[in-house]
């Protein structure tokens, strides 16, 4: 087949008819959802740190620019500098089913001290709310998810209400959103083995006192402050929370999640916990079609429609 050498449309592109002999024809018909990767999106800059997202979108044939509820992540690291890139395989997973997710980077512990983190993370929603058009977002169908360090700035940062230290970057744009979703939250230090392989736990060496400043065992005031537990009550506003820990977490002890959970019912809140059994601190068993299942039905009960 000869054709003219144009700028065709898709529409109008003739489509090979001619019979092959031994060659197999798969039909597809425009709606498979495929991943596109924007790298290193500039969403702050505090001082002279510039944080960053990556962002993961989907598209298919037939709506290659479709808007879409956004899932704004944090990546634990401990309180530590992150690695953004590493799990960008695994929350794909997600974006492959119809949810554009955006890693924040965040001040780790060497550049700035708690709340930095969850003051960059409301930052990070408000960037994102304030682009939705740019990045084909739904901005009345956000969501904040993290894992380890970074569901404690999940979770912090939807209870944090602006107290004049963060609105000056998007001064108006709010920072609210539909829901949480805490993967392995490094949520409470009020339990004295809520590090289990943490051998300086608690004190200014560990992860948790770099990110204080302080030793929580001599600062009880500063560990009930950065504990998310204490800081809930009937009367705070809270979205729906979905919590998932694994049963053998040597990392963060999965009576943290529990702790949390507990609280949240108690206070009246709608939470839910999923314990993966066997599971230690992240891991594929985290990503498998259904724990993504049960991601999914939390964030389509929680969305509005």
Known sequence: MTMEIKEWSYEEFPALTEE????????????ELGVRYIKDVEYAKIGDVTLHLQILYPFTRNDPE???????????????????????????????????????????????????????????????????????????????????????????????????????LYPGVSAEVCGIVDYYGAVSAMRD????????????????GKETGVSLRENPEMRRKFSVDCQITPETDLPPVLILHGTKDRTVNALQSVDLYRKLKECGKQAELVLLDGADHGGAEFWTPAVLDRVEKFLHEVLPE
């Not at 092959?20 to 709606?31: F, I, N, Q």
């Not at 809520?194 to 560990?206: K, R």
């Open 20 to 31: 092959v002999e031994g060659a197999e024809t798969m039909h597809t018909d425009g709606s």
């Open 66 to 168: 479709m808007e879409c509820p956004c899932i704004v992540y944090v990546q634990g690291s401990g309180w530590a500098k992150q690695d953004v890139y590493h799990n960008l395989p695994s929350l794909a997973k997600l974006a492959e089913r119809g949810y554009i997710v955006a890693v924040v980077e965040y001040r780790h512990a060497d550049l700035a001290v708690f709340p930095a983190p969850i003051q960059d993370a409301r930052n990070a929603v408000r960037y994102l709310r304030s682009h939705a058009e740019e990045y084909h977002i739904r901005p009345d169908q956000m969501i904040l998810g993290g894992s380890s360090s970074g569901g404690h700035t999940a979770v912090y940062a939807a209870i944090l209400q602006d107290d004049g230290t963060e609105a000056d």
């Open 193 to 208: 083995d809520a590090f289990p392989s943490t051998l300086d736990t608690m004190t200014e060496t560990s992860p948790e």
